[in-house]
Every structure is written in structure tokens, then in C-alpha cells.
């Protein structure tokens, strides 16, 4: 049964997830050490691990170096550091000396302390079906300075070799998988931008440089931060890997102290045996079961009216367009930016969150009221942590924003970035924002961040670095005070795209936009790297219109929307000006994404073909009786013929209907031989299969 055991013979911890175990021990100097991350072994079993008498240490090569739980600057000790300490007389480093532990339901709490400064440090662990969650709190009585506080070091079992997984990217090519060897030495991925980034994403996975999508042992660590983070991977020339990882960067020092304790975000490991596809499946089970905080829900259709209006909004435009969509099945009508203030442009308002009433002459309360009366809930775009110079906040408020004394005030996107760790700046923009939603019966924010942090100062603050950590934890305090005050509000995270894309910010919010990139074709890749961590579930995917404005690429509309239903399903396109044909051919792909949205959120997701080249992408969902298929045919080379495609998660024993087409297959056809997908020739074919399970 999963659960927690203390072996106090061998002062040795095994918690055992569903079907993964983990264990530690203390050493003979109360050093907390790695024993075990791998598949499920029982106690009696993990105290033979422990009682293998380890090589000799030579003087020069510590065959023990990298199994610190948590890997502490001291001594003689010199792998990544997690943890830095600096007491007030200069002294560095840590002694642990173990004091107690706790053991309630799932959660397990290691209390130490150093052997001659106050500084206390809890080690928490807890495990969520094969997710085992990490963090640290430290605190002391005197003033400490904290260079480095990792969340935690995970040791990897000796393999034969190491590969590591990860996503990077930029702006408009966000979460691109890449599979590389690990080098030896430390290997960095972080952000030091204030937010998550479009650059890299919090996490890593690592396999023995065997495994596929569909075999083989992966281990992964992921981040719930959504600020400055770093991940670093260490491999000795032993043989050892450590991966370590928690909020923070270089030059950033946190101080702890009476009263002012110090809690790191957490971080999540995995282990799984079924390839990459059970290492994703098992990470999206995660999500949303125990992140998401509705997880039971199916999101709804969107429209967002951006692209068919840009800032020129008006009460007359905006009914308009929520009349056209809520006729096609739309369920959530979002007016986006140039509602408020003077923001006819980029350059000013960002900052004066009050209704336009030369746009809006009775405030948004009558386009709510319609938009409610079409059978829409009704969403507004807002950016609460920005500010235009040209704004009367700014004016009113310049103190307001990150800045250091006498250096500029770099502007990106004619913006500045407001310092909610100021608690005055948190309570004016919770204080809007509730009254916002409060006042209009707003059911939906789209809450963007659209630049990051540069002169990240606060003059007057004796410890200015604390900024780094609560700014983000504002965020997410107002996040969670008003989902609390307003239970049916629900959120998409959004930076400028997918920039604060992780386990933290999905902990506060119901969806995020991976990128603003909505080319169909770029999307395929996006979504793709997105998927290795995170579910459908939370993938805000639009149809747009073409020429695509990143791409300049023209896509057939039905292709378009193949590609955004694999998530969920939003309209973003001019839909005023859609001719007939793709009117009827809109309301025919929300009818059926409706039928499959089931499916496609809560279900397994099975990785068919991947978008490594430009052919054949495909990918299908399953769920109970329930699969439904996608595949993308990129581009056509040489009249080449389609091949069967074989699918994933079904039982061979059972038959499966198509009732699109009244066909029915065997289920061990279709795992061992594959499915005639029947495309239409040419480029950018795409096909959506649904399959009922007839008979078991």
C-alpha cells in the first residue's frame, strides 16, 4: 500500500507512491542521504541497499559525493550546491544535526538544525499517486543570509549513460522538445527575467539514452514556480547525476531571520517505466488531480476578440461579434485589450483600469449583460503588473515600479513592470480587480504579463532582493483571494505568449496560453513540447485567420481548427468578415469538438507520430469507452502513399465503431496493424477520428 514507513534501526524513510518508491537515511553525522528513486521496492528490500558497504574514499574521490538530499555548501562537500549559508559573523556552510520528524497521511517532515547557529531547516516530502513533491523551510532566530536555496537535490541511479529531455525557445517558438546527451559537469537551465520565460521552461527529464516514446525508464523534475528559476544537472565522471532546482539566480541573495522565514516552491519528481508517453501520461494525471483547481471541468469554447478589433473596441463592435459567435456554439465570449483608460494604442493607459466611456457610454455592464443574455459566460483581458509611462497611474505612482536610483527605467513594449512585493501596490491592484469582477459579473480573466523585470530595485528596502520571490507570490495571492471571493471566476495565465507557463501558476489558474503563435503548422511543434509536462486540459489553442501574422502562411481553416481542438478550443479570428462557407464549417468543427471535448481534456494522451519532420504528425486521446484520433498530414512528397497508423491504449480483445463512418475495426487490429486514416490528398490534410468501444 503507498504510504510512509520510518525503519528506526536504520534511521531510513521509505515512502512508497503507487508504483515508485523513494527512500533516504540519515548518516552517521545526521546528514540526510539519498537511498533510492526507482521502481517499487518494499522496506525489507530497501534496507538491503543500505547495508552494501559503500568504496573507500580515497582522500581525492568521495564515492558518496551527490547523494545529499539536499545538497549543502560545508565541508568537505563540494557538489552543486542547493543550499548556501551565510551567518552574520562570516561563517558559511551547514552541520545538520537531525532533531525530529512527522509522518501524517502522505506527508513526511525532517527537522534539523545546525549544530551551533539557530537556523532551522524542514525537509517535506509528499507523495501524490507516483508524484513525489519536495520543498525546504528554513528560518532562524538571528539574521542569515541564504545565497542558494534549492527546493531539492534529486539523485539518479547510476545508468549507463544519460540523456536529458527539456524545452526551450523564444518568443513565438515556445516549449521545443529537445533530446540531447548530458554533459558532464553542471549544465544550467533557468530565467533571470522575473517570470518563467519563453526561453526555457522548468523542467527536465533524463533516460538512459534508450528510451522511447513507448519504452523505457524516465525520471523528470519539474518546477511550481513561476518567477526566476534555475535547474542544474550535475554528472561526475563516476557516473552520478543530481538534478537541482528551486526559485532564484545568480547575484540574488534571500535573508531569513525573526520572523522572516524562507519556504521554497515546490519541486515534483517522477519515475515511470513505459517511455516518454507514460512519463507525460503520469505527469497530466497530476495536473489534474491534484494542480488544477477545478479539474473536473470541461473548458469552455472561446471567442477572444483581439484580432478582429485590436484596440479600436466599441460596445456596437464587441455585441456584434459576441452575437456571430455565440451562433456558432461559442461558449465564453473575451474582449481583450482597449476596453479601459486611454488605451487607443501600446504607448498609454496600461495602468488606469477604468471603463472607456467614450467606447463603453454605460460601462461594460450592458455587454456583459447581452453577452450573459446569448448564453455566453463573458471574459476580459487584463495586464495588472504592467504600467505605460503615459498613464496617470505612472504619474501619480512613479515610486510604483522597478527602478534603481540613477539608472534608467528600460522600457519593453512601452512598458514598466509594477513591484507588487510592495504591499501597497498588491492591495491597489487586488482591490481593482475584485472590484472589476465583483462589479461587471465578469466570469473570465485572461491575465497577461507582457515584458520582464529589468532594474528589478525597490530604493528604501533595506533587503531589496526579497522582491524576486514576492512579487511572484503576490501574484499569487491575489490569484487565490479572488478565485476564493469569486468562485465562479476562472482564469488563463498569459505572458506575451507562453511566458509563465508552469506547476505553479496552473496551481491558481484554469488554462494557459502556451503561445501567440497560432500558425497551425508551428503549433504542432508547440504543442507537442507543451504535452511532455502539461495536459490538453490546460492548452488554450485558437483558431485564427490567414495569412497567419507571425508566419505570413496560409492554412486551410479546417486544418486550423484540427490542430487547436487537440486542446482547448478557442476562436480568434475576424469572424465578422468569414464568408458563409466558413461560418458553416465553424459551427460543424465546435458541434463535433463539443461531442469530443470529453475526451480530449481528461483523456490519455498517446504521442502517434511526432512532428519531427514535415509528414505525418498524428496523436489520440483516450478515455473510458471513449478515443479520438488526430493526424496532420504536413506536406505531400512524391504521391507518397498513407500508412496505416497503429494506435495506442486501447484493448485488443474489444471492437471499436467509428460512427463517422459506421466502421468498425478489432482493437488488436488497430494496436498491431493500424488505422487507414483515408486523408485527402495534398497538403495540410487532417483528419479527426472518433472510435466507440462496442464490446469488451
Known sequence: MPGISFLDA????????????????????????????????????????????????DGFNDPNEGLDELAADSGTRYWTPALQLRFADGTRGLEWRYQRHEITERHLAIHFTDRHYSVRITLHYRFRSDVLERWTELSADTDVEIARADSATWALPVLDDYRLS??????????????????????????????????????????????????????????????????????????????????????????????????????AGLHTGGGFGAASRAWH?????????????LRPVLYNSWEATGFAVSEGGQLALAERAAALGVELFVLDDGWFGARTGDHSGLGDWHVNRERFPGGLRPLVDAVHALGMKFGLWVEPEMVNPDSDLHRAHPDWVLHHPHRRRSELRNQLVLNFARPDVAAWAHG???????????????????RPF??????????????????????????????????????????????RVDLGVLARTDQVWPSDNTDALDRLRVQHGYSQLYPARAMAAWVTDGPNFVTARSVPLRFRFHVAMAGVLGLGGDIAHWPDEDLALAREMIALYRDIRPVVQHGALHRLRPPVDDGLVALQYVLGDRSVVFAYRQAAHFAEPDRPLRLGGL???????????????????????????????????SAVVRLERISR
Open 10 to 57: 536504520h534511521r531510513t524513510w521509505v515512502l512508497t507512491g503507487t508504483t515508485t518508491t523513494y527512500a533516504l537515511r540519515l548518516d552517521e553525522d545526521d546528514v540526510p542521504t539519498h537511498v533510492y528513486w526507482g521502481p517499487r521496492l518494499s522496506p525489507p528490500q530497501v534496507v538491503e541497499l543500505t547495508q552494501k558497504t559503500p568504496p573507500r574514499w
Open 166 to 267: 527539456h524545452a526551450t525557445g523564444r518568443w513565438a517558438a515556445e516549449t521545443q522538445l529537445r533530446r540531447e546527451p548530458t554533459p558532464h559537469g553542471e549544465t544550467v537551465f533557468g530565467s533571470r527575467r522575473g517570470i518563467t520565460s519563453h526561453h526555457a521552461n522548468p523542467w527536465v527529464m533524463v533516460d538512459d539514452g534508450t528510451a522511447t516514446e513507448h519504452h523505457g525508464e524516465v525520471y523528470g523534475v519539474a518546477l511550481a514556480w513561476s518567477g526566476s528559476w534555475r535547474l542544474t544537472t550535475t554528472r561526475s565522471s563516476t557516473g552520478r547525476l543530481t538534478v537541482s532546482g528551486g526559485f532564484g539566480q545568480d547575484g540574488v541573495v534571500h535573508r531569513i531571520g525573526p520572523g522572516r522565514p524562507l519556504t521554497t516552491p515546490v519541486a
Open 285 to 297: 494525471a497530476y495536473v489534474r488531480e491534484h494542480v488544477l483547481p477545478h479539474p473536473a471541468e
Open 432 to 450: 481593482w480587480l475584485d472590484r472589476l469582477v465583483g462589479d461587471h459579473g465578469v466570469d473570465f480573466l485572461k491575465w497577461d504579463m507582457n
Open 454 to 499: 529589468s532594474e528589478a530595485g525597490w530604493p528604501g528596502e533595506a533587503d531589496q532582493d526579497r522582491l524576486w520571490v514576492e512579487h511572484t507570490r503576490a501574484v499569487y495571492a491575489i490569484l487565490d483571494r479572488l478565485r476564493r471571493d469569486h468562485p465562479g471566476l476562472r482564469i488563463e495565465a498569459c505572458s506575451g505568449g507562453g511566458g
Open 651 to 685: 484493448d485488443s480483445a474489444d471492437r471499436y465503431l467509428d460512427p463517422g463512418s459506421g466502421t468498425t475495426h478489432s482493437g488488436a487490429v488497430l494496436l498491431a496493424h493500424g488505422l487507414r486514416l483515408g486523408l485527402p490528398t495534398g497538403d495540410f490534410a
